[in-house]
Each structure stands twice: as structure tokens, then as C-alpha cells.
């Protein structure tokens, strides 16, 4: 039953393959420190370069840029507060306020073995049983997608802070500013109050920038922050106590099984299962109270199901030939023209290949993590810098990381402002991580809701999963409201 994955094995264990693979890995950790260039930007930027090589080296390459830049934008959301990507947003929330706290070191180490688990479990799972989960996958509808983005939502609303109602509305906030600009189904202009700039809508990379990294600035400034941390940088301190790796190692076990679980369903981004996840973590975390104020879990949690589901996204491509996100449609396409057509044929006539794919990305994460865990103490280093030092980089970083989006002026004023309205919330006590996360999410749930509609809503009686997690919703809100009373009243 392995012969096919020993037998890819033997075909990637070769010089050039490994040296791809690790070119792909530094590639891909290096743009995705840069706020902006994500994995889409990264896969994108190598594809031109990649259409003469071997399909297997081109899947070698794109993975390895794929998931070096998902571990990337982990390192400047733990030290700067300043995401890579969207999908880093919640290993900001809680890596953050660690580092903060001067486990700086600690809490990227935990990333990076979280995010090689992730990865290695999802692998697992694409070798031995994809065929069986992408034709599970297919079952999902709008209902089953609306009703775990709602579930998202309602968790979110209820762990935000103190107020339930506040999260209501700050979720509200976010799903309104997704759409902005153009209805893709029925191309009406809607919240553009004539504004020539407003119908292409708010781009999400500038919001992120905007209220994580800008804002941190202004607070730093404020409060004359001299560094980052405290506390002193010995090499004893890079790594997790005890106590922590157990923590963030049960984390990572179920933010392994959420990202393959979500990853494999078409429709769903790695940063939509993220979010979605790191949901399910604040009533799941043994340390619930430290959820979004300097938690393990919530970090090893993040990581663990965003590289999972990066991973896990080849089902549905090898076994369906259906890409999950932008970046495996070009993954896809690069294939296409190489005459090797995903689909069921990966797992039959194609299997030699198939094989070598599972046995590259295994190294590759291999290579991730033996590339990153010694350079942990010279990142770490970035964070005792004095803040007047910092301050000007930081800046730099995120209007690059916003410019290069789209090269638009727009988009940088769109940070600032939001940077400023970022600080304010702070400073009110207003959360914006459900924010965040209603923008994030606000295209698809309006997408679902109304292709449910479409149906018909009465239809879902068919649909017992999606009742079952809409009840679960609603039954997290109320207990969230209820919990949240009684410690105001003590």
C-alpha cells in the first residue's frame, strides 16, 4: 500500500528537487514576512518562471512557496503586531501579547512546530483518504457553509471582550464594509455614495495593516514604549516551558483535525478556516481567559489549522480537480499546461505522481522547520530594538505591503484611516477582531445566504449538519450573553 509513496520518495531525494524545494521554502518565508504578499502574491510572482520545469518540480516549487509564506507571515504578526497575510491575523491576536510579554522566542517556536504538525497531519490524511473525503467534501451546500460561518461569527461575538453586543456590532460593522463596491451576482453598485473610488470596494490587506499594525504604532507612541519587550533575551528563554508545550501541542491536535476538516471544502481559504477555528479555540482552550490576551493555544491553534488546510486544499485539486483558493487555481492551471489534468486519474494513472507530490511536501515541511527554528534567536532580536527604531520600519512595511496590492493611493489612505479608527477602538475598549472577521468573511456568507435562498430556506430540514451547528450557534450566543451578565453583576 505505500509503494507509490516510497517509490516518490526515490524521485524527490534527488539534488535539484531538494534544492527547490528549499529555494521555494526561503522564497516563500521571506515575501510572506512583507504585510501584502501572502501566498497568492508569492505563487503568482514564481509562476511565469516555473512553465518550463518538470509538473513535478513546478508542484514542488509552488508548494513550497505556498507553505513557506504561511509560516512568513506568522514571524512579523508575533513581533510587530503587523500580520503577513490575513490568515496570520489570529496568530497576531494572541502572539502578539506574548511577545509583549517577552516569550517572544517561545511562542515562535511553538508556530513553527504547530504549523509543521499541521502540515504533516493533512498530509496523512491527502495520502490515505482523499479520494473518500473529497466526495464527503462535495455533500457540503450553502447551508452547511453558511451555518460554520455563522458558527464563526457567534463565537467571535461572544470571546471578544465584555460585551456580547459590542461584538454583535462590530461583526455587523465588518460584513457592511465587504460590501462596498460591486455585487459580483447582480452587478449593483451598493455604499458607493458616488464615490468613483468606492466601487472597487475596500481590499482587505489595507483594513488588516490598518488596525493591527498602524494602530500598535500609535499606542506604542502614546505610552512611550522604549521596546517591544522586557524581560532579558537569553537562549534559555527561546524555548517553551513544560507547561506551554502541552498546552499548544493539544492546540495544535485540534486545530490539525478543524483545518483538514474545513480545508478540504471548496470555497473555504485557509484564513476563512483560521478564523473559523481560532473561533472554536476560545471555548475549547484549557486557558480560556488568556484567549486574544497572550495565549499558547490560540497561537498553536492558527498556526497548526492554517497549514493544515493550505495542505489539505490538494484533495479536493488532486482528487476533483477543484481548486479551493486562488492560489491552487494556479497551482491547477500550471499543471493543465503541462498535460496533467487533476482528478481522479491522480490517484490510478498518475499515481507515480501523486506519490512523489506527498513525499515533496513532506520534505519541504521538513525543510520549513529545520530552516526556521535556528534563526528564532535572531528574529527574536527584532523585538528588543528600541521602539524609535521600529517605529519608522513599521510604517515602511505597511504602506509597502498596502501599495503593492493594488498601486493604489486609495488603499493607503484606507490604512490610515483605519489605523486611526484601530486606536480609537483600543482606547474605548471596542473590539475589532470580529471586525476583522466579519470582513473577512462577509463576500462568502453573503454568497451562501442567498444561494440558501435560492433553494429555499425551508429545505433545510435536508441539511442535518447545518441544523446542527446553527443550534450550536445560537446556543454558544446565549450562553456567552449569560456568563458575561453574571460576572458583570459579581
Known amino acids: 500500500m505505500l509503494e507509490w509513496i516510497i517509490s516518490g520518495f526515490g524521485q524527490v531525494l534527488t539534488l535539484e528537487n531538494i534544492l527547490i524545494s528549499f529555494v521555494g521554502c526561503f522564497f516563500g518565508n521571506l515575501v510572506g514576512v512583507l504585510p501584502g504578499l501572502g501566498p497568492t502574491a508569492s505563487v503568482a510572482l514564481l509562476f511565469p518562471f516555473m512553465l518550463n520545469f518538470e509538473p513535478l518540480s513546478i508542484l514542488i516549487c509552488l508548494g513550497a512557496v505556498y507553505y513557506g509564506a504561511m509560516y512568513g507571515g506568522s514571524i512579523t504578526a508575533v513581533l510587530l503586531n503587523i500580520p503577513g497575510e490575513v490568515s496570520a491575523v489570529p496568530t497576531a491576536m494572541d502572539g502578539y501579547p506574548l511577545a509583549k510579554q517577552g516569550r517572544a522566542g517561545p511562542t515562535l517556536i511553538i508556530c513553527a512546530f504547530s504549523s509543521f504538525f499541521g502540515g504533516m497531519v493533512a498530509l496523512f490524511v491527502l495520502a490515505f483518504f482523499a479520494p473518500a473525503l473529497a466526495k464527503f467534501a462535495l455533500s457540503f451546500g450553502p447551508f452547511e457553509y453558511l451555518s460554520l460561518m455563522l458558527f464563526s461569527v457567534c463565537c467571535s461575538c461572544g470571546l471578544s471582550g465584555r460585551s456580547v453586543s459590542k461584538g454583535m456590532v462590530a461583526v455587523i460593522v465588518g460584513i457592511l464594509i465587504s460590501l462596498v463596491?460591486?455585487?459580483?451576482?447582480?452587478?449593483?453598485?451598493?455604499?458607493?455614495?458616488?464615490?468613483f473610488k468606492l466601487l472597487q470596494g475596500f481590499d482587505v490587506v489595507p483594513i488588516v495593516v490598518g488596525l493591527f499594525g498602524i494602530t500598535e504604532v500609535l499606542r506604542s507612541l502614546k505610552s512611550d514604549s522604549a521596546t517591544v519587550v522586557g524581560g532579558e533575551n537569553t537562549y534559555q528563554s527561546m524555548w517553551p516551558t513544560k507547561h506551554e508545550s502541552k498546552l499548544s501541542f493539544w492546540a495544535a491536535v485540534r486545530g490539525a483535525i478543524t483545518g483538514t476538516a474545513l480545508g478540504i471544502l471548496p470555497g473555504l481559504t485557509p484564513s476563512a478556516c483560521t478564523f473559523i477555528s481560532y473561533s472554536i479555540e476560545k471555548k475549547t482552550a484549557k486557558e480560556k481567559e488568556k484567549i486574544g490576551k497572550g495565549a499558547v493555544e490560540g497561537v498553536a491553534r492558527s498556526e497548526s489549522t492554517n497549514n493544515a488546510a493550505a495542505m489539505a486544499g490538494f484533495i479536493p485539486l488532486l482528487t476533483l480537480g477543484i481548486p479551493t483558493g486562488p492560489v491552487l487555481s494556479?497551482?491547477?492551471?500550471?499543471?493543465?499546461?503541462?498535460?496533467?489534468?487533476?482528478?481522479?486519474?491522480?490517484?490510478?494513472?498518475?499515481?507515480?505522481?501523486?506519490?512523489?507530490?506527498?513525499?515533496?511536501?513532506?520534505?519541504?515541511?521538513?525543510?520549513l522547520l529545520i530552516m526556521n527554528v535556528p534563526v528564532v534567536k535572531l528574529w527574536v532580536k527584532?523585538?528588543?530594538?528600541?521602539?524609535r527604531w521600529l517605529a519608522p520600519v513599521i510604517l515602511f512595511l505597511c504602506m509597502m505591503g498596502t501599495i503593492v496590492i493594488r498601486y493604489s493611493m486609495f488603499d493607503m489612505w484606507t490604512m490610515l484611516i483605519f489605523g486611526l479608527l484601530g486606536f480609537m477602538a483600543k482606547e474605548v475598549d471596542f473590539p475589532i477582531s470580529p471586525m476583522v472577521l466579519g470582513i473577512v468573511l462577509g463576500k462568502?456568507?453573503?454568497?451562501?445566504?442567498?444561494?440558501?435562498?435560492?433553494?429555499?430556506?425551508?429545505?433545510?430540514?435536508?441539511h442535518p449538519i447545518a441544523i446542527v451547528v446553527l443550534i450550536a450557534s445560537l446556543a454558544a450566543l446565549i450562553l456567552f450573553t449569560i456568563f458575561k451578565d453574571i460576572s458583570d453583576e459579581d
Not at 181 to 195: I, L
Open 181 to 195: 463596491g460591486c455585487d459580483d451576482a447582480t452587478t449593483a453598485y451598493r455604499f458607493t455614495f458616488g464615490s
Open 330 to 367: 494556479i497551482v491547477l492551471a500550471a499543471l493543465i499546461i503541462q498535460g496533467v489534468v487533476p482528478g481522479p486519474l491522480m490517484f490510478t494513472t498518475h499515481l507515480d505522481l501523486t506519490g512523489a507530490v506527498i513525499a515533496a511536501f513532506i520534505v519541504g515541511n521538513i525543510i
Open 382 to 387: 527584532i523585538a528588543y530594538l528600541p521602539y
Open 444 to 462: 462568502s456568507i453573503e454568497n451562501y445566504f442567498r444561494q440558501a435562498a435560492t433553494v429555499g430556506f425551508e429545505r433545510i430540514v435536508e
